[in-house]
């Protein structure tokens, strides 16, 4: 194998960028209805505190794992319009989701959106690493 220089991942740190002001939003979001509720710990039986703090959770355990692999794709072939649009996919889907699932438990088009936004582009980017690493084995 040979080694090669990387590149930037200029794409990939736009969208961490953009997605860590989502995820302070969605933090502030929890912090402001902790204290409105006087809840600390846990939702305290507040179903709207409990959404709240779902939507933080659900974008804290899929963003990580996508910007990796995001990330990783940038850095083995550069920034390519792939890189660009996965990373517009997911900003978007992770923004509806957390909008619909702030607002309403139930299923809406906002958490479809953002289900199928967010896994058909780690799903790509997933299958496109796999096919990167196989082709230099």
């Known amino acids: 194998m040979d080694l090669e220089l990387v590149n930037m991942p200029l794409y990939t740190g736009l969208t961490a960028a953009l997605l860590t ?3 302070i939003g969605l933090m502030f979001s929890v912090i402001k209805m902790r204290g409105d509720a006087g809840v600390f710990i846990g939702s ?7 959404r709240r703090i779902r939507a933080h959770g659900n974008f804290i355990e899929n ?7 995001l990330m990783l794709i940038e850095l083995m072939v550069g920034s390519t319009l792939l890189v660009a649009l ?18 309403n438990s139930g299923v809406t088009a906002g958490r479809l959106v953002g289900t199928v ?5 780690m ?3 997933a299958g496109y690493l796999v096919y990167q690493v196989a082709s230099k084995l």
Do not use: Y
């Not at 305290?44 to 409990?50: I, T």
């Not at 963003?63 to 692999?69: E, G, I, K």
């Not at 996965?86 to 607002?103: E, F, K, Y």
């Open 123 to 125: 799903l790509v980017a």
């Open 21 to 23: 002001i989502i995820q």
């Open 44 to 50: 305290g039986g507040n179903e709207g505190l409990e």
């Open 86 to 103: 996965l990373g517009g996919v997911v900003l978007v889907a992770r923004l509806a989701h957390a909008i619909a699932l702030s607002a």
């Open 117 to 121: 936004g967010t896994v058909i582009p």
């Open 63 to 69: 963003v990580p794992t996508f910007l990796v692999c």
